[in-house]
């Protein structure tokens, strides 16, 4: 008698040890998010991200390299698994897929379409950083907040026209001013309210945290993503504001949350990723997509693609050949070859180019200033340079020069090209146009063969005339 009440005490005691236990690990722990209002169904979230990935699919230039994409399919999957029960929806079909462009930004369309953009991937410094991003995003996607944020706006037209047509044409006709049937690649992104921005970076942590990652790597992230922002500042930390000591409230959570010991952090999977995308030729910039798109060309493929890689380059000829358009007109050695490109022009002797872009030649295009000062516009061109091309780095400083009649820039970057192996020099020469935005010249030679490349390189941008 006397046993058996000592034992039901035991036990007593021992459940009651659970139930406080319990709420202590994990109940307490964790900040409550509570799904947004929203008048939309979700079968409206899945139509309009659909209609909105076929557009995304055909205008920019998705990375054709099954290693890379199923390396983010595999990490966006783990994300998945890791939301919630509560914030799933049997009807969303999350897929993720990585666009060419080198700027550091990503986007989720409503329903579940993630678009990550390669330069996001090389920005990251460990996988945790990138599973960071993919999270938040994630997290918007499930909270629905895309039409929960026109659920809060009161707009009768909605009504009329139906959510498709506002939030679909909000999320790719891009902004007020953009001609139709224009992509501006700034409208495919959602700005989001604080409130959400909070909500996301709190169920991105709790996602992150049940996936094996440590939250803080969100947190860094953001920091990340300011210091490579460059001259104007990342598209993507404009369209999700910082709602308020961002990176405190993020580390706050993660104390509460019960974060692997050993998170994924560097892997090898992130290494062999980002070596690969390190080895491939520079992407483009959303900018230069958007003038290419302009243009009609919708090709995500190298201009150059096609041609091989030869050890014996022709020296450039003496007699010249003449490039006339209604802006630009030069000259440039006979025996070189002319390539339009999205935004620009390349000029390269057979054997200097392939589809990772050239070892010889000259490349010329325009970058977006949007009437910052020729310096300060040629210091951006610059800094996306030698983002995009992280074998360069810049030699001496910037001196001025004339190209064109106008007061411009010039300098040197130089590096190991991963093409030849070989120590190469590019030279550039910038000047402003009209519009503002900036006109560059890039010249490419192996740095034993510059000598023989100096004299082409300077009576081609002496020969430079603009009508703009
Ligand atoms: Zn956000």
């Given at each position: 008698m006397v046993t058996r009440y000592k034992l039901r005490l035991t036990a007593a005691y021992a459940l009651a040890a659970v139930l406080l236990a319990a709420p202590l690990a994990s109940v307490v722990a964790q900040t409550r998010v509570s799904m947004p209002k929203n008048k939309y169904k979700v079968q409206d979230d899945v139509r309009i991200g659909r209609d909105a990935a076929r557009k995304v699919e055909q205008q920019f230039p998705i990375l054709n390299d099954t290693q890379v994409q199923n390396y983010v399919e595999q990490v966006g999957e783990r994300l998945v698994a890791a939301i919630p029960q509560e914030f799933r929806q049997p009807g969303f079909d999350y897929r993720f897929q990585v666009v060419?462009?080198?700027?550091i930004n990503a986007f989720a369309l409503p329903g579940g379409p993630m678009f990550v953009n390669r330069g996001m991937i090389e920005a990251a410094r460990n996988e945790g950083e990138m599973a960071g991003v993919m999270a938040h995003e994630i997290s918007h996607v499930a909270l629905r907040h895309a039409t929960a944020q026109q659920t809060k706006v009161n707009n009768p037209l909605n009504q009329i026209l139906g959510i498709g047509a506002i939030l679909g044409g909000a999320i790719l006709?891009?902004?007020?001013?953009?001609?139709?049937g224009q992509v501006a690649a700034?409208?495919?992104?959602l700005r989001y309210s604080r409130d959400y921005e909070t909500q996301a970076d709190t169920l991105g942590s709790q996602i992150m945290a049940e996936a094996g990652?440590?939250?803080?790597d969100l947190a860094n992230m953001f920091q990340t993503i300011a210091n490579q922002g460059?001259?104007?500042?990342?598209e993507w930390l404009s369209s999700h504001p910082?709602?308020?000591?961002r990176f405190q409230k993020i580390n706050r959570e993660a104390q509460l949350l019960n974060v692997?010991?050993?998170?994924?952090?560097?892997t090898p999977e992130f290494e062999r990723a980002q070596a690969r995308l390190r080895r491939m030729s520079p992407a483009r910039s959303w900018a230069q997509i958007q003038q290419g798109i302009r243009n009609g060309d919708v090709s995500g493929?190298?201009?150059?693609?096609?041609g091989r890689y030869s050890r014996s380059v022709e020296l450039p000829s003496q007699r010249t050949r003449a490039y006339r358009q209604n802006s630009i007109s030069l000259n440039y050695p006979d025996n070189w070859r002319e390539f339009s490109t999205q935004g620009g022009l390349i000029f390269a002797p057979e054997g200097a180019y392939g589809d990772q872009g050239i070892t010889h030649g000259a490349m010329m295009g325009v970058f977006?200033?949007?009437?910052?000062d020729t310096l300060y516009a040629t210091q951006s061109y610059l800094s996306s340079m030698l983002q995009n091309n992280q074998y360069l780095s810049q030699r001496g400083s910037l001196s001025r020069a004339t190209v064109a009649g106008r007061q411009g820039y010039a300098t040197a970057l130089s590096g190991r090209s991963p093409v030849t192996g070989r120590a190469e020099v590019v030279s550039i020469f910038t000047a402003p146009l009209r519009n503002g935005d900036l006109l560059y010249i890039a010249a490419v030679a192996p740095e034993a063969e510059v000598h023989q490349y100096t004299g082409a390189f300077r009576d081609m941008v002496a020969s430079i005339r603009l009508n703009d």
């Open positions: 060419n462009a080198s700027d006709a891009g902004e007020a001013g953009a001609q139709a700034a409208g495919y992104f990652y440590d939250p803080r460059g001259g104007r500042g990342p910082d709602p308020g000591n692997s010991s050993n998170p994924f952090k560097i493929n190298s201009p150059t693609a096609g977006r200033s949007a009437g910052a």
